[in-house]
């Protein structure tokens, strides 16, 4: 029997991605994440083609730090998984430490309201157009994007515990706070996108393997809310957003994917799945059978893994997901005590993995992966 296929999403077979955490960078490289890591147009370049050189070292063989010999012009950091610039530009204080990622200080709003416009006269929003002209006259052209929160997140930055009042005590009041932030985002992303054609590569690295810019909006604290909030509060955006930005993705990179399959389900377009170590693969399948489920391994998990129980876990959740087109692995925020060798067992099991696939299917292409 032929694998389903997504119509508008277009992957190799089985992609593979890592992000390592900051203090993996500063402890084995010597980086620093400092304020001007993210926002100075030379050390921007510097340090990302630093990043993929040592990739390249390491993991070169499977197809990592193929861009080690160029400069590149990315804007924001997409080797790291962070979200921070959205909640800045409304307001929250960031503080930028040497060998983590970026921390968001909660604003402490009196009120749930903001002033969309307002984020865009921002200081940090300012910032980014300097980078991103600097960048654009020196080399001609930016890529890459910025990690952006996504709705919920925001809101609990600038609110703190008070949102989760305003959603039982003022509905109509946290309705209007949610639209107000999700045009922010809206905004900030086609800001993004009309530069360098990407928005979601610093939400999670597997998207750049799919042919079409993915849209993945990053619902982390969605661990925090019951099913009936998400579907009153946050569902329509996703709808709304589902059938304007295809392929459309949602991040949950918390243990409890599954508790949300039917709601998301409701998602008109659901292209991309993001599903958080724990999650029940197998459910999720089942409920979301033309929808790219991107596994995510435990960071912490792994670095008391034996290679022989790495791939182990991965070749299990690869069968759980059924469909070998529909499905990626990753491993994202290792830090620096994961070893090489724990790093290679993930890219070697999807190898062999990928091989019995073709084996079966007759796709000799599927033997290359997602070396690029």
Not at 16 to 27: K, M, T
Not at 33 to 62: C, I, K, N, S, T
Not at 287 to 293: E, R
């Amino acid at each position: 029997m032929p694998y389903l296929r997504n119509p508008v999403l277009h992957a190799p077979m089985l992609p593979v991605e890592i992000v390592l955490h900051p203090s993996w960078w500063h402890r084995h490289e010597g980086i620093t994440f400092d304020e001007d890591f993210y926002f100075h147009p030379a050390r921007r370049v510097e340090v990302e083609q630093h990043m993929e050189r040592a990739l390249y070292e390491r993991w070169g063989r499977y197809g990592l730090g193929a861009d080690h010999g160029r400069p590149l012009p990315e804007i924001g950091p997409v080797h790291l998984a962070a979200g921070y610039l959205t909640s800045e530009m409304l307001g929250c204080p960031v503080e930028y430490p040497e060998d983590g990622p970026p921390q968001v200080i909660p604003a402490g709003l009196e009120q749930p309201a903001i002033s969309p416009e307002d984020a865009f006269s921002s200081p940090a929003f300012k910032r980014l157009e300097r980078l991103v002209e600097s960048l654009k006259a020196r080399y001609g052209y930016v890529r890459g994007d910025v990690g952006w929160g996504g709705v919920l997140n925001t809101a609990l930055d600038l609110r703190g515990q008070e949102f989760f009042l305003d959603l039982v005590d003022r509905p109509e009041v946290a309705v209007r706070f949610v639209r107000d932030v999700a045009a922010v985002i809206e905004r900030f992303t086609r800001y993004v996108r009309k530069a360098t054609g990407t928005t979601s590569i610093s939400v999670n690295r597997n998207v750049r393997h799919i042919h079409q810019a993915v849209h993945l909006h990053s619902e982390c604290s969605n661990v925090m809310i019951s099913t009936d909030w998400y579907e009153k509060f946050f569902l329509p955006v996703d709808a709304a957003w589902s059938r304007r930005y295809r392929p459309y993705g949602i991040h949950h990179c918390g243990a409890d994917p599954h508790r949300f399959a039917a709601s998301y389900a409701k998602v008109p377009h659901l292209d991309f799945l993001d599903v958080g170590w724990g999650g029940d693969v197998a459910r999720l399948r089942r409920h979301l059978p033309y929808t790219f489920l991107n596994i995510r391994l435990s960071p912490v998990e792994i670095v008391q893994q034996t290679p022989e129980a790495i791939r182990a876990t991965v070749r299990r959740l690869v069968r759980q997901a059924d469909n070998p087109y529909l499905t990626g692995i990753c491993c994202i925020n290792m830090d620096d005590q994961v070893r090489e060798e724990q790093v290679a067992a993930i890219f070697e099991e999807a190898n062999e993995l990928r091989r019995e696939y073709a084996a079966r299917t007759g796709d000799a292409s599927a033997q290359g992966g997602c070396d690029d």
